[in-house]
């Protein structure tokens, strides 16, 4: 983690929503914000190696609707309509997160009793050939593995209440992020881009295997909680 770079995405973020009212309008400086946005975005990847500072969640959720699109034949929108109804589900998620209270013993229970054969096959039938790289890539990563899913474990028990507090400070709310939609007409939900919300479970689900990356979803399954957190 760098603080730097962390800064960089922040600075980018706020200039592009303090300038949200002018966009629909054309507003020059409101398109330069978001275009330098764009830029600062590419150059703290550059600086981090990885695409950690402008991808998370949201965007893997994206790239679900891609895959089953490409596979299916279902409709996809574009990747930026599609990450900013992922950030909705994403910022609603992280809000549920904060009711939550870790339980050790239920979590060790649940990666126990995880079938991932089972898994790759849903994996199989919902993303079709695109899943065949999520699981070699499981493979090698093997963050299934109870041993290495204990010791993640520890890890965020111990940290929990700095998770929730860097929930509370970095990720804004879903009653912030309608008002913000609203002022450029972005939308919020599976249903608004021609998706069905019934498979959100199962998106959500999927989101964990897509790259060697922490994201949400990572972290509901190491605390047990994907039923609770994402519904069934």
Not at 29 to 53: C, K, Q, T, W
Not at 217 to 227: H, K, M, Q, T, V
């Amino acid at each position: 983690y760098c603080e730097g770079i962390a800064q960089l995405v922040r600075s980018a973020v706020n200039q592009c929503v303090s300038h949200a009212d002018g966009l629909l309008r054309g507003d020059k400086d409101a398109v330069m914000a978001v275009f330098e946005g764009l830029i600062i975005g590419g150059v703290a990847m550059n600086y981090a190696g990885l695409s950690r500072p402008a991808s998370g969640v949201e965007h893997y959720i994206s790239h679900v609707l891609d895959m089953r699109s490409v596979e299916f034949g279902t409709k996809a929108e574009l990747h930026g309509l599609q990450c900013a109804v992922g950030t909705m589900i994403a910022a609603k998620l992280y809000e549920d997160l904060k009711q939550v209270t870790p339980n050790k013993e239920k979590a060790l229970a649940y990666a126990k009793t995880f079938d991932y054969a089972l898994w790759s096959e849903t994996l199989r039938a919902f993303l079709g050939k695109g899943a065949e790289s999520m699981i070699a890539l499981e493979a090698k990563e093997k963050k299934y593995d109870t041993a290495l899913h204990a010791e993640r474990l520890d890890k965020i028990i111990d940290q929990w209440d700095a998770i929730l507090e860097i929930v509370s400070q970095e990720i804004p709310t879903v009653e912030e992020l309608k008002a913000l939609y609203g002022k450029v007409g972005l939308p919020g939900t599976l249903e608004q881009i021609g998706e069905e919300e019934k498979l959100l479970p199962t998106i959500l689900r999927c989101t964990k295997d897509i790259r060697d990356k922490y994201v949400l979803s990572r972290l509901a399954w190491d605390l047990g909680i994907e039923e609770e957190l994402f519904g069934s």
